[in-house]
């Protein structure tokens, strides 16, 4: 199964997990403003706060509390901490998990989900980039060990340029998983509702 085929299944099935969340598979960030970059994550699962103005703060810190949103963040959480292992020892700062889903206060998304396969470090560290700003939780799935690692090293790339005062962007908010794992949240997720 290729990436895309994934992709393409994960969306209906998110879509039945979040019932009374929008979910759309490409979703883009900045639609009509053709002056500027607009990212383009795998999958995005809504409200979307794309209006100038303000922000959806407010109501992403009553969703992520639903039981359903909660559970599935933390799930995602625990094996994002089961992938970093002992990279923690390393570069890699891992937040308490309140602290974490409350990082990414101006997001435009609730959740933004990159899917990567194949694509060369820079490719992914921008799909990285773009989850963390985009979304209040940004996921990325590794389709592979390889991508796995590289996910890793990114990760710790980030936080040595952050210890030595160098400009770094912040991931904090960016949880990385496989792809056996997210099937597996998503499933046992559906399961229990």
């Not at 085929?5 to 969306?11: D, K, M, S």
């Not at 974490?100 to 990285?128: D, P």
């Not at 710790?156 to 030595?164: A, P």
Request: proline share 4%; with cysteine; hydrophobic share 40%.
């Amino acid at each position: 199964m290729t990436a895309t085929e994934y992709q393409n299944i994960l969306t209906p099935i998110m879509t039945q997990k979040f019932e009374n969340l929008e979910v759309v598979n490409e979703w883009r960030a900045f639609r009509g403003m053709n002056y500027q970059y607009s990212p383009r994550v795998d999958i995005a699962i809504g409200p979307f706060s794309v209006a100038p103005g303000p922000n959806r703060t407010v109501e992403y810190n009553q969703i992520i509390q639903r039981p359903v949103i909660n559970d599935f963040l933390r799930s995602i959480y625990d094996a994002h901490i089961e992938n970093i292992g002992e990279e923690w020892l390393n570069e890699i700062n891992i937040p308490e998990f309140d602290f974490l889903i409350r990082k990414n206060q101006n997001a435009r998304c609730l959740v933004s989900i990159e899917i990567e396969n194949s694509s060369t470090r820079k490719h992914i560290m921008g799909s990285m980039i773009n989850a963390a700003s985009l979304g209040r939780i940004g996921i990325g799935i590794a389709y592979n060990d390889s991508v796995l690692r590289t996910f890793l090293r990114m990760l710790n790339y980030m936080g040595f340029l952050k210890r030595v005062e160098k400009n770094a962007y912040d991931t904090t908010n960016f949880l990385i998983v496989t792809k056996e794992q997210f099937r597996d949240i998503v499933n046992a997720n559906i399961e229990q509702n």
